[in-house]
């Protein structure tokens, strides 16, 4: 599983830790990804790795959970 996200194509990003004396080391800014259950406008469900940008912003449509009786 990588770590992009599969709807925007976010993935890691890279940068420096920069200390008090400003040495600079190098460092990785991943993104904040979750795994969450879409439905496909073809019906099919599947679990997919997605930013929280795209949760929020209503790129994933989350399957209607159905009550047992």
């Known amino acids: 599983m990588s770590k992009q996200c599969e709807f925007c194509g976010k993935k890691p990003q890279t940068g420096n830790y920069v200390s008090h004396s400003n040495i600079k080391t190098k460092r990785v800014f991943n993104p904040n990804l979750q795994n969450v259950r879409h439905q496909f406008a073809n ?22 959970v159905r009550k047992a009786d």
């Open 43 to 64: 019906g099919e469900v599947r679990t997919v790795s997605v930013c929280t940008r795209c949760l929020r912003s209503g790129v994933v449509t989350k399957p209607v």
